[in-house]
């Protein structure tokens, strides 16, 4: 069974940035992503962006594109998640999660395809406030 840990949330001032991190173990990685879901208190989960395991493809939502970055890191087991010019609705826990390629893309789409993610980290609070 693998183990997703994240790091790295905190508060920021808006216009700020950010970077959260997720360590992955015990993953077959194969066709799969590494993806970035978060939540807010009241709201829907969004998911927000992924990076492939093979050929680290990166997808976004609409919501986070030209503001938000994944990379992977030089330990391929690193994910992390750059966050620029941060907005209060930007405020959330940030979940890293294990799924398919095709599962996520549908996520991001809006597809509430929550079933097919199959391993979630226990989150990460970012707080976008002055």
């Known amino acids: 069974q693998g183990q997703l840990v994240e790091s790295g949330g905190g508060l920021v001032q808006p216009g700020g940035s950010l970077r959260v991190s997720c360590e992955a173990s015990g993953f077959s990685m194969g066709l799969n992503v590494i993806g970035w879901v978060r939540q807010a208190p009241g709201k829907e989960r969004e998911a927000v962006s992924c990076i492939t395991n093979d050929d680290d493809k990166t997808y976004y939502a609409d919501s986070v594109k030209g503001r938000f970055t994944v990379t992977r890191g030089n330990a391929r087991n690193t994910v992390y998640l750059q966050m620029n010019s941060l907005k209060p609705e930007d405020t959330a826990i940030y979940y890293c999660?294990?799924?398919?390629?095709?599962?996520?893309?549908?996520?991001?789409?809006?597809?509430?395809?929550?079933?097919?993610?199959?391993?979630w980290g226990q989150g990460t609070q970012v707080t976008v406030s002055s």
């Open positions: 999660t294990f799924a398919t390629e095709v599962a996520f893309r549908a996520l991001i789409r809006g597809r509430p395809l929550w079933h097919l993610v199959t391993s």
